[in-house]
T-cell receptor, first 111, second 114 residues
Framework: KQEVTQIPAALSVPEGENLVLNCSFT??????LQWFRQDPGKGLTSLLL?????REQTSGRLNASLDKSSGRSTLYIAASQPGDSATYLC??????????FGKGTRLSVIA | DAGVIQSPRHEVTEMGQEVTLRCKPI?????LFWYRQTMMRGLELLIY????????DSGMPEDRFSAKMPNASFSTLKIQPSEPRDSAVYFC????????????FGQGTRLTVV
């Protein structure tokens, strides 16, 4: 059974810093890894989807990497801004099965 | 497309009452998922459908929970009777195809059972 872990549970950084959020999964036979952002009281917004054949995906200041063999993915945020404050969730997808989610990392970017 | 639409956004009900949550997936998507989110357990899958057919309902906590998808554009999650421990945010998500495609989530229904 796939299990997804995100460490740390919470992170606070000053504005302008580059930061890395971590995601690990137990079953490396995944088809894709998806990163989401969740603002308080809101739904999940998809940020990046990495296919199993890919090593990374980029969107603006965000870069997500995937290492299936080690069961890890990272989300890199460059030049962080207060507007980046939110909870970031990763989810592992394995073929014709639903995404399995980590519990998220709550990010606070301090101005 | 307006995205995945859930209603109501907030629901407060008394213990023992029936609650029905509704979801309209993105047009053309053929997989639909119901998740529940709590502080303690995070996001948990309750049930999912492919082409309107329930595939796995092993996440449904008890017989008090039921879900239907009568057509490709509508699904319901019903709790009868509701209990305080059912209080959570319930999310619906949809995607096209069965693998390697992006999943999109609705804004969720915040359920409070008093």
């Amino acid at each position: 059974k796939q299990e997804v872990t995100q460490i740390p549970a919470a992170l606070s950084v000053p504005e302008g810093e580059n930061l890395v959020l971590n995601c690990s999964f137990t079953d490396s036979a995944i088809y894709n890894l998806q990163w989401f952002r969740q603002d308080p009281g809101k739904g999940l917004t998809s940020l990046l989807l990495i296919q199993s054949s890919q090593r990374e995906q980029t969107s603006g200041r965000l870069n997500a990497s995937l290492d299936k063999s080690s069961g890890r993915s990272t989300l890199y945020i460059a030049a962080s801004q207060p507007g980046d404050s939110a909870t970031y969730l990763c989810a592992a997808g394995s073929g014709n099965t639903p995404l399995v989610f980590g519990k998220g990392t709550r990010l606070s970017v301090i101005a | 497309d307006a995205g995945v639409i859930q209603s109501p956004r907030h629901e407060v009900t008394e213990m023992g009452q029936e609650v029905t949550l509704r979801c309209k997936p993105i047009s053309g998507h053929n997989s639909l998922f119901w998740y529940r989110q709590t502080m303690m357990r995070g996001l948990e899958l309750l049930i999912y459908f492919n082409n309107n057919v329930p595939i796995d309902d092993s996440g449904m906590p008890e017989d008090r929970f039921s879900a239907k998808m009568p057509n490709a554009s509508f699904s319901t999650l019903k709790i009868q009777p509701s209990e305080p421990r059912d209080s959570a945010v319930y999310f619906c998500a949809s995607r096209w195809g069965t693998e390697n495609t992006e999943a999109f989530f609705g804004q969720g229904t915040r359920l409070t059972v008093v």
